[in-house]
C-alpha cells in the first residue's frame, strides 16, 4: 500500500503553504502580527472576564490555540482566539455547573473547550461541514444581534462598580436596577471615559492621523493600539492614585507564566452535563469562523477548506483544554485587521502567539491595577458592532418567514438566554427549510411561440393543448412534499375531463427520495384508473439512474422524454416553430 503525500498535506495545510514561505512573507506576517498582538492583548483579557474566568485564561487561550491553527487552518487571514459570542454562551453553559471563581468553574470551562475540539474534529473527519448550513444566515444574524445586546448589558455592571447578574436580558435590568444605589462613581467615570475614548478611536483617530500627514499603513497601527492607550492610561491612573481603596475593581495580578498543562476531563457527569453546550458552542463557533474565513479568501481567490477549517478550529480548541483556556473560534474584527495588515500565511497567527507570549511571561505585573470597567469598555465597544437590527427590516421586505426566525432568535436570544437562543435558530433553520420545501413552486407550463422553451402560463403567452397537462415542479421531491405534489396532480385532474396526459416536467428535481417515488406510484397507479397516462420529461442523469433500479420506470403508464418539447411534439401534435429545428 503506497503513501500518498496528497493526504498528509490536506490534512496538515502547514507543508503546502510552508513549502513556499520566502522572506517577503515573513515580513508581512511579522507586521500583521504586531498589529494583532497589540489589539489581542485587552481583548484577550477582556473576553476571560467575559466568560467568568481569571484574565490570564484568555492569554492562555490565545497562544497553543493560535499555534495549533497554524499547523491544520487552511485560511491565510483567519485569527483564531476567544470571542465575544463564545465567550458569552461559556459562561452561561459553565454558570449552569459550577460557581464563578472556583476551581470548578476553570474545570468546566477547559472540559468545555475540550467537548468542543473533539466535536469540531470528529465533523471534519468525517466531512461533515455541511451540517453547518442547515443555520441559515438570518438566523444567526439575528443571534449574533441579541447577543451583542446580552454582553453589552452584561458589562454595565462593571461600567457602573456594581455587583449584577444573570443571564437574560430581563435579569440583567433587573439585577443592575436593584444594585443602582451602589454606584461607584469613580469607576463609572473611568468606564464612560474609556467607552467614549474608544468609540472616538474606531471612528474618529485614523481621519485625524492622516490629515496629520502619518500614512495609511502607520495610521492604521495606531488605531488598533487604541485600547492598548487606554489601558494604559487607566491603569497608570488607578495605580498611582490607587483608586482600588476607593472601590475601583482592578484585574488583580496575574500570574507571569506561560500556560499550564490541564487536563479537562474530571468526571462523566461533567461531561454529559455539558454535551449539549458544547455541540452548539461548535456550530455557532464554526459558522462564525467559516463565514470570515471564505469572506477574506474570495478577496485574493484563496480556497478554504470547510472540512478541514473544523479541524484546524478543532485542535485549537483542545489546544485551549490542555493549556488552561476555554472555547475560541475564528474572530471577525481580528481577522479583517490581520488581513488587512497584510498576513500572507497562517505563519501570522503563529507570530501573534509568540507576542502574547511574551506578554504573558513579562506585562502582566503591569497590568494589576488595570480597571476592570476598562476592560468591559472594551468589549461593549467590540460587541456593539454585531448589532445589526437591519436585518429585521431586510428580511419583513423579502420574507416574512425569514423575518419570523429572526425575530423569534432575536427575543428568545433575549428572554431566555444564549442556549435557548441558539438551540431555538437551530430548530427554526431546519423548519424553514422543511417549510418552504414542503410546498415547493408547481407550474403548470406551456410553449412559447416561435421557441422551445416552456413557461408558466400565468405569467406568459404560451401555446397548450387540451389534452395534455405539464407540471413543472421547483424543487427536489422527498418526504415533506410528496403529498403536495400528489394532490396537485390529482386535482388538476379532477377538474378536466379533456386530459389524457400529465407530463412531469424535472428540469429542477435533483433528488427524488423513497417517499417521493410511493407517491409518484400512486398518482401512477390513480391517473391509469382515469385512463390518463403519465409522463417524465427533462429528468437529470443521477435521478434517473435511481429511478431505473427500482419498479417505476417498468409500471410507467407513459414515456421519458429527453426534453419538454421533444414530449409535447409527441402527446400534443405540435410542430416545430417556423425557423427552429429540433437542435435548437
Known sequence: MSFDPRLLKRYLPILDW???????????????AIIVTIMLIPQSLAYALLAGLPAEAGLYASIVPIMLYT??????????????????????????????????YATAAITLAFLSGAMLVGLGLFRLGFLANFLSHPVIAGFITASGILIAASQLKHILGVSAGGHTLIHLLESLWTHLGEINWITLVIGVLATAFLFWVRKGLKPLLRKAGLGPRLADVVTKAGPVAAVLVTTLVVGVLRLDQHGVRIVGEVPQSLPPFTWPISSLALLQQLFIPALLISIIGFVESISVAQTL???????????????????????????????????????????????????????????????????????????QATLAATIIVAVLSLVDFKILKTTWGYSKADFTAVL????????????????????????LHLYKTSKPHIAEVGLVPGTEHFRNIKRH???????????RVDESLYFANARFLEDYILDRVAEDKAIQH??????????????????????NKRLADSGIKLHLSEVKGPVMDRLQRSHFLHDLTGQVFLSQFAAMKALGDVTTPPGETDAA
Open 18 to 32: 510552508g513549502s513556499k514561505y520566502n522572506a517577503n512573507a515573513f515580513a508581512n506576517d511579522g507586521i500583521a
Open 71 to 104: 499547523v491544520f487552518g487552511t485560511s491565510r487571514a483567519l485569527a483564531v482566539g476567544p470571542v465575544a459570542v463564545v465567550s458569552l454562551m461559556t459562561a452561561a453553559a459553565v454558570g449552569q455547573v459550577a460557581e464563578q471563581g472556583t476551581a470548578g
Open 297 to 371: 479568501a474570495a478577496k485574493k481567490r484563496q480556497r478554504v477548506d470547510p472540512d478541514q477549517e473544523l479541524i484546524g478550529l478543532g485542535a485549537a480548541n483542545l489546544g485551549a483544554a490542555f493549556t488552561g483556556g476555554f472555547p475560541v473560534t475564528g474572530g471577525f474584527s481580528r481577522s479583517v485587521v490581520n488581513f488587512d495588515a497584510g498576513a500572507e500565511t497562517p505563519a501570522a497567527g503563529a507570530f501573534t502567539a509568540v507576542g502574547l507570549a511574551i506578554a504573558a511571561l513579562f506585562l502582566t505585573p503591569l497590568i494589576y491595577f488595570l480597571p
Open 408 to 431: 423569534a432568535t432575536i427575543v428568545l436570544t433575549l428572554v431566555s438566554g444564549v442556549e435557548v437562543g441558539v438551540s431555538a435558530g437551530v430548530i427554526l433553520s431546519i423548519a
Open 461 to 471: 403567452e404560451v401555446l397548450t393543448t387540451p389534452e395534455m397537462v405539464t407540471i
Open 502 to 523: 400529465v407530463v412531469l416536467m424535472c428540469p429542477a428535481v435533483n433528488e427524488i427520495d423513497s417517499s417521493a417515488l410511493e407517491a409518484l406510484e400512486e398518482v
